[in-house]
């Protein structure tokens, strides 16, 4: 069992940066990959980026890669989210994952079991 609970979101204009927050409870999160999913209002909710339990290795969507960083402080049990150059675009609500099923595809968002509540992140132009 495991609690997530995103934090770090807000407005930012274009071109900004902002960071988020996964914090976890429970279970040591160290023992999942995990991953930033977004959902924009009236769209899908689509992969953002991914790492691995062990933080050595990441996943990114072609729309976030070179602007986004995930990494992870096993040790403190929290994932963040870097986002540079932000564009209107990326106005959504950030949710953070933990893939429970080992063998599913990171890239898929039923591989991931244990979803925080989301943060808010609107990009202004």
């Known amino acids: 069992q495991v609690q997530l609970v995103e934090s770090g979101g807000g407005l930012v204009q274009a071109g900004g940066s902002l960071r988020l927050s996964c914090a976890a409870s429970?279970?040591?999160?160290?023992?999942?990959?995990m991953g930033w999913f977004r959902q924009a209002p009236g769209k899908e909710r689509e992969f953002g980026a991914a790492?691995?339990?062990?933080?050595?290795?990441?996943y990114y969507a072609d729309s976030v890669k070179g602007r986004f960083t995930i990494s992870r402080d096993n040790a403190k049990n929290t994932v963040y989210l870097q986002m540079n150059s932000l564009k209107p675009e990326d106005t959504a609500v950030y949710y953070c994952?933990?893939?429970?099923?080992?063998?599913?595809?990171?890239?898929?968002?039923?591989?991931?079991?244990?979803w925080g509540q989301g943060t808010q992140v609107t990009v202004s132009s």
């Open positions: 429970g279970r040591t999160l160290s023992n999942y990959a």
């Open positions: 994952a933990a893939k429970t099923n080992i063998g599913g595809s990171t890239w898929y968002a039923s591989s991931y079991g244990y």
């Open positions: 790492i691995t339990w062990s933080g050595v290795t990441t």
